[in-house]
Structures are given as C-alpha cells and as structure tokens.
C-alpha cells in the first residue's frame, strides 16, 4: 500500500506557526518570572583563616566581617564546626575525628541571632576562644560558617551559599615542630610527550602543630635560563601529608631541562635533588619521523641509482 503525501495547506501553515508563536511566549514570560522570584544572593567573608593563640585555661577573641554585594537581604546563619583534612589533596571535612578533642566547642559567637544584611551591607561579628584549662599544647582546628539564610520563595527552593573562617588554633606550650619534603608518588615523567607538564612536591608535618609552608618550583634550560617558576604558600596541619602541585603550560618543543624544588618546612628549607626532564611534543616526533623516511627514500633511491649505473657500466663493457 502507498501511502501519499499531501503538503499542509496554507491555513494548517498559519495554525502551526501561531501556535509556536505562543509557546515561545509562554517559554520567555515563564523564564522571565523565575527569575524574577529566585533573585541572586551574595555573600563573603573575611577574613577566610585566621591564627589564634591562647594558654590552657585561657581565652582570645577575634572578629570577622561579612558582606553581601547582592541586591536581596537575608539573616545569614552563623554555625562552628569541627575542620580537619582528608588525603594528600586536603579535601575539607567538617565533622569531628573519633578520639580527638572538639575545638569547635571552644569557640562562643558574641550574638544569640542570625544577623540581617540588607542589600549592599556589611556586618562584624566577635568571637570568643576559651581553651579548657588542662588542654595539651599543640594545633586544634574549628571553622566558623555563614550562611545565606532567605525564606523560601513561592517555588519552594531556597538556595543557599556559605562561606567560611578556618581557625588554626595554637595551645601555647612546649609543641614540637617537625616535617619532610618528599617527591610526589605520580612525580612528573622524565620524558614527557605533550604540550602541559604538571609539577608538585610533597610536604609532611610530623609534629604538633600546623606550619605555613612556602614552595618553590623552577625550571630552568642547561644554559640556565628560567623558563618556569612558581611560589606556593599553604597550611599543613599536624601528621598529615600535602600535595602542592602546579601545571607548566605551552611546553617548549624539544629539550632537556633542570627541575629544582625547595620548600621551608618548620622553618627551615629542605630541597629535593635537581633532576632531568626531556621534553618532546608529538609534533616534533612526527616532524622528525617524517625527515627520517625522507632520508631512508633518498639513499634507498641513491642507492638503486648506483646499482643501475654500474650494471650499465658493465653491460657497456662487455
């Protein structure tokens, strides 16, 4: 059975562009109306880390400040949490260690009430610190969140952003202060095929107490021209690991090069030994393999040529 197609008339034409015409309306005015009812939120705080020292028994204070640079107010809620760190990439975790002590519980905000902030608006916020008396010297870590805090909107969602204060927490004391700078267990290849080269160290804190580690990475050519060097300052907490890497970008087509790495750990500057590193973009290979065969068919062709000019020789001869 054939079945035959009939092309829509003019009045089916009009039918189906009025009504496309309709939905895409509806599509813009829905859009538009969403937006209008989910407005965007904006919070930030200062400062994001902050040192504290206190003795057992004792007590600090300090302060931040929190912005929104939006155009909604909103309370914004403020919380303390335990903070420690997983793995040598220092994910964040915000939940207590078993066996270890709940530095969070230290920390007393200066307000029983989540702060409104109008649009364009800045609030300060005072904390206090009270170290239990009998506490062990050494690093004790909490953070200090804020949260945007709105009321749900007619579609029901309330978004929410949060942003926060790190507390590094030093218990004065007699604290031991002790670390090692190793190499990466994925270090960076002696050879490397690419246009991107990543580089890191690792550093470890064996003591009590966190330190502030400052890395340098450089790469230099034979002749001793620089052609890459970065500068990294980070936290390492207490009997942990952390990796501090970086990624040299647009590689130099070909070459051999020195890479040389040094961090101040607890103080004092350790170095891992320089090593080399061979750069050779697939480019380059191809380009190369190309000259090769090019030479391989010259002297294949050259030779071949020889061969025929000396069998004519010798058929000449004869």
Not at 302 to 316: C, F, G, H, L, Y
Request: hydrophobic share 40%; charged share 15%.
């Amino acid at each position: 059975m054939i079945t035959q197609y009939r092309s829509p008339t003019v009045l089916q034409l009009i039918r189906i562009t009025t009504a496309f015409l309709i939905g895409a309306i509806l599509v813009i005015l829905f859009a538009a109306q969403t937006h209008a009812e989910t407005p965007g939120l904006s919070i930030t705080m200062s400062p994001s880390s902050t040192e504290l020292h206190a003795k057992p028994g004792e007590s600090a204070t300090g302060t931040f400040t929190i912005v929104n640079q939006g155009t909604s107010s909103y309370p914004a809620l403020l919380t303390v949490a335990p903070y420690h760190v997983e793995g040598v990439a220092y994910d964040p975790q915000f939940t207590l260690l078993p066996g270890t002590t709940d530095a969070a519980s230290w920390v007393k905000l200066n307000t029983t009430e989540s702060p409104t902030l109008g649009s364009n608006s800045t609030t300060t916020v005072t904390y206090t610190l009270n170290v239990p008396a009998g506490t062990a010297p050494g690093g004790y870590y909490a953070v200090i969140f804020a949260e945007t805090n709105p009321t749900p909107n007619d579609s029901g969602i309330t978004p929410h952003n949060r942003v926060g204060n790190i507390l590094y927490i030093t218990v004065d004391g007699t604290i031991e202060q002790k670390g090692t700078l190793k190499t990466p267990s994925s270090d960076t290849p002696g050879i490397i095929f690419g246009t991107n080269a990543d580089l890191g160290v690792l550093v470890s804190n064996n003591g009590g107490l966190h330190f502030v580690t400052t890395a340098n990475i450089k790469v230099k050519s034979l002749f001793g021209r620089t052609l890459f060097a970065g500068e990294f300052e980070r936290y390492i907490l207490p009997q942990t690991e952390r990796l501090i890497t970086t990624s040299w970008n647009n590689l130099p087509p070909i070459g051999i090069y020195t890479l040389s790495r040094d961090a101040t750990i607890a103080g004092k500057v350790q170095s891992l030994p320089d090593r080399y590193i061979v750069i050779v973009q697939p480019w380059v290979l191809a380009f190369i393999a190309v000259i090769i065969i090019l030479l391989g068919a010259l002297a294949i062709s050259s030779r071949r040529k020889k061969v025929s000019k000396e069998k004519e020789t010798s058929d000449a001869s004869v």
